[in-house]
């Protein structure tokens, strides 16, 4: 690179890079100093991440409910990729725009439907009751259940795109050629058309474990006092107990948790996607 | 496997009768109706949109045509799923499995079919040594120029034994140096495995380098069957005429006293014309450039001259009219024409090709 182009490349970069440092690693910091001074040098706070057993149950939680529901989104998704990606391009672009569609709506509104679905009087026990199915309301609304739920439809079209986007690149003679060479359909999808999505599935499935683990409106909502998570746990400790130090500490646990993930998504993703 | 009973195995006749496909409006293909010899090379010829990789689909399976039906060695295989058929095939783009190594493309069939592992890999590895890739196994296909991957593809077309290679374009990626150099070695594979091969091209002088036969296709439809030499010599359409090789078509009318043919801007040919013909074809090897005054032949003055070579090409307007593509044998360190050069055009009328349609 000449020097004339990298010095108009690092002006063109200059506000965003600007931007991200005010915005971004500039509180960064402050928490990084929240908890490890107060106001003197203390590692009291990481003992404390150590020692707290409720720390240490909400971080188990927070994890197994993003993994389950990356695991979910990539079971319940994938087919529908797979769907999407074989069938007539005339009717994709309307099948993709429903599944764009949810996208379009606040995650805080998309969380109060599933309230008013779930709820004792909603809609779901409502027509439970109504077919004679059950006696009384179900208790689906504060529950494992309704988090699980509602985070996989919310996460499900980001799965989905990402398939998709994976699987639109397979060149579909691949699968062809697969035929004559002797594979069933069946096995021309595992030995061929599965191994060469499961990158992009893999990726997909990273973005939605990345995004679970950082879930707050959802679980606050719809899981009770009883399904607290770990962004949750942050907030209480901001607004609650104030004890700010604590709270910086599982923020960072978030942070190296979410890096560790991209490193794991670098390696996943199909590589041309990446490196243009 | 081929090269341990090299020429043992035989391929299969593949029998077409009234194939017939139509996509909403398009004809692809009609009345395709076609015996291909056991062990022979039949190559598919046509521009595109003929209707060549249709006749291959039907074959592999990948679609069900509209009517029509195909038997390979008397069997009919129209209920048999592709994976059944025993039909080799090579992709104009290879498509290679790429996240398969080599070794893993060519073994690809052989484990597809119940093969373990390490028997699979080691066939592929001698058939890689037919082609010659044999130090190229662990390779992944991206890191293989395209003579390569289309060797790789060709290995793993052969390596379950096919009794059926159907081809559809394979050398049409590749430059021209290469594209010669693989026919040959094309046609050697075939000759030591023996098996029948299907071959679509749009390239005149690859089939004509090629095939045992050539069928000539245009719009879906057959226009005629032949050895190359057939094809070439004797076209029975203008068509054919004009996509094999290069040739001069000219229209006539018969001489007023029945013994003699008019070609037009051309002039008299001393032969009658058969009945219903309406074209005159001349090849331009068969006439001949004489520059001595008093020559027999039409007066006509050279327009343009293409060096290839060991031939020299002219464009020449007879002062008839008719514009002509002459060719003539160049002997090394020998001369040709200038443009502007007046000469006369002879033929012998036993080299005229007279066509009806
Ligand atoms: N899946 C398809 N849908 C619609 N038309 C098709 C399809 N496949 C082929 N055709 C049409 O059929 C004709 C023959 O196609 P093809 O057999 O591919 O020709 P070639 O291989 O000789 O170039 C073309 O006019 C093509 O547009
Ligand atoms: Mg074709």
């Known amino acids: 690179m000449t020097r004339r182009r990298s010095v108009q490349l690092a002006l063109m970069l200059a506000p965003a890079v600007a931007l991200i440092g005010l915005l971004f690693l500039y509180p960064l910091f402050g928490i990084l100093k929240l908890s490890l001074f107060n106001p003197a040098f203390t590692l009291e706070s990481f003992d404390k991440l150590r020692s707290s057993p409720v720390a240490a149950l909400v971080m188990q939680r927070t994890f197994l409910l993003a993994l389950t529901v990356a695991v979910l989104c990539f079971v319940l998704g994938y087919p529908i990729a797979y769907f999407l990606a074989t069938m007539r391009p005339r009717w994709r672009a309307f099948f993709l725009y429903l599944i764009l569609l949810p996208f379009w709506i606040s995650v805080l509104i998309r969380t109060y439907t599933w309230m008013v679905l779930l709820g004792r009087e909603g809609l779901v026990n409502g027509a439970l009751h109504g077919l004679g199915i059950t006696d009384g309301p179900v208790q689906m609304l504060f529950t494992g259940f309704a988090v699980h739920l509602a985070m996989v439809q919310i996460l499900m079209p980001i799965m989905i795109l990402t398939c998709f986007a994976a699987m639109v690149e397979i060149d579909p003679q691949l699968v062809k050629a697969a035929r004559t060479l002797g594979a069933s359909p069946w096995k021309a999808f595992a030995t061929v058309f599965f191994p060469m999505s499961l990158g992009g599935a893999a990726a997909g499935a990273i973005i939605c474990f990345i995004l679970g683990l950082g879930f707050y409106v959802t679980p606050a909502l719809l899981g009770g006092r009883r399904n607290i998570m770990l962004a949750n746990l942050i907030d209480f400790e901001v607004h609650q107990t104030l004890n700010w130090s604590f709270a910086s500490v599982l923020a960072l646990v978030l942070l190296a948790a979410t890096l560790v993930l991209l490193g794991l998504f670098r390696l996943v993703a199909p590589e041309r996607r990446l490196h243009g | ?357």
């Open chain 2, 1 to 357: 496997m081929a090269s341990t009973e090299a020429g043992g195995s035989k391929g299969a006749a593949v029998v077409f009768r009234g194939l017939r496909q139509v996509y909403g409006a398009t004809v692809a293909l009609e009345e395709f109706t076609l015996d291909v010899a056991a062990g022979e090379f039949l190559t598919l010829l046509g521009p595109s949109g003929s209707g060549k990789t249709t006749v291959l689909n039907a074959l592999a399976g990948f679609i069900d045509v509209t009517s029509g039906h195909i038997a390979i060695d008397g069997v009919p295989i129209s209920d048999l799923p592709t994976e059944k058929r025993n039909i080799g095939m090579v992709f104009q783009n290879y498509s290679l499995f790429p996240h398969l190594d080599v070794l893993g493309n060519v073994a690809f069939p052989l484990r597809m079919r119940g093969m373990a592992k390490r028997p699979a890999r080691a066939l592929a590895r001698d058939v890689l040594r037919l082609v010659r890739l044999e130090d190229l196994g662990l390779r992944m296909p991206h890191q293989l120029s395209g003579g390569q991957k289309q060797r790789v593809a060709f290995a793993r077309a052969i390596v379950f034994e096919p009794r059926v290679l159907l081809m559809d374009e394979p050398l049409g990626a590749l430059d021209l140096k290469l594209r010669e150099a693989m026919q040959l070695e094309i046609k050697q594979f075939q000759r030591q495995i023996g098996c029948t091969v299907i071959y679509v091209t749009h390239d005149q002088g690859e089939a004509l380098t090629l095939s045992d036969r050539i069928v000539v296709m245009d719009k879906g439809r057959v226009l005629q069957v032949g050895t190359p030499r057939a094809i070439y010599d004797a076209p029975r359409t203008r068509f054919v005429a004009e996509f094999i090789g290069t040739n001069n078509v000219l229209p006539i009318a018969a001489g007023a006293d029945g013994t003699t043919t008019i070609v037009e801007g051309f002039g008299p040919l001393a032969v009658a014309p058969p009945a219903g013909a309406r074209w005159a074809a001349l090849r331009p090897e068969v006439l001949r450039a004489v520059t001595r005054d008093g020559a027999p032949g039409r007066a006509a003055t050279i327009a343009d001259v293409i060096f290839l070579g060991d031939l020299v090409r002219y464009a020449a307007r007879c002062d008839g009219g008719a514009e002509l593509v002459l060719a003539e044998r160049r002997l090394p360190g020998g001369g040709a024409h200038p443009a502007g050069t007046r000469i006369a055009i002879d033929v012998r009328p036993e080299d005229v090709v007279f066509l009806r349609e």
